[in-house]
């Protein structure tokens, strides 16, 4: 399984619970789309992530900034991942920062909205945030390969507590 999160905003922790946290822990891969805010929360996540792969966002204090990269590709169940906290130019800005990184799928987050938009290029994934909705409902996402086997990966976006927000398909060939 491949976990996603964003937007932890916390001085505290992980803020991980419920169905989050058992996803955290579960997961081959861990991504994360920036926004950890400290690095008592970075170090949380990797407490309990055993393979973590995150960027900085811009809310990160300077020491979070030094660990972590702006951008990164991650490859993972099949797919190729293109991972940023956000990127100017919208939809289209992301689509052209997933391509040229011939990504099947880019990851961002920054507007703590969950939301999954499929692209000619590639499918757009903000998980939301877990922890710091900001009106929008919690949220992360998990991705499963698809029951056919190889070449798709089955998404889902979750709260915390297990409710499906929305489900979605990546295709991996």
């Known amino acids: ?89 919208g939809e289209t800005g992301l689509a052209m920062f997933g391509r040229s990184r011939d990504a099947d799928v880019v990851v961002f987050g920054h507007s703590h909205r969950p939301t999954v938009v499929e692209t000619e290029d590639a499918v757009l994934l903000n998980p939301g945030s877990h922890a710091d909705p900001r009106g929008n409902r919690p949220g992360f996402a998990t991705l499963e390969p698809g029951e056919e086997g190889a070449g798709t990966l089955e998404g889902e976006i979750r709260e915390p507590d297990g409710t499906v927000l929305e489900t979605f398909e990546i295709l991996t060939e």
Request: proline share 1%; aromatic share 6%; charged share 25%.
């Open 1 to 89: 399984m491949i976990a996603i999160f964003s937007d932890t905003h916390s001085s505290g922790g992980h803020e991980l619970e419920g169905e989050a946290l058992i996803a955290a822990r579960e997961a081959d891969t861990v991504i994360h789309a920036g926004d950890f805010t400290s690095e008592t929360a970075l170090e949380a996540f990797q407490t309990e992530c055993d393979r973590l792969f995150a960027v900085h966002g811009n809310a990160d204090s300077a020491a979070v900034r030094d660990r972590l990269p702006t951008a990164r590709v991650v490859e993972a169940g099949g797919a190729r991942f293109a991972v940023t906290h956000r990127r100017d130019g």
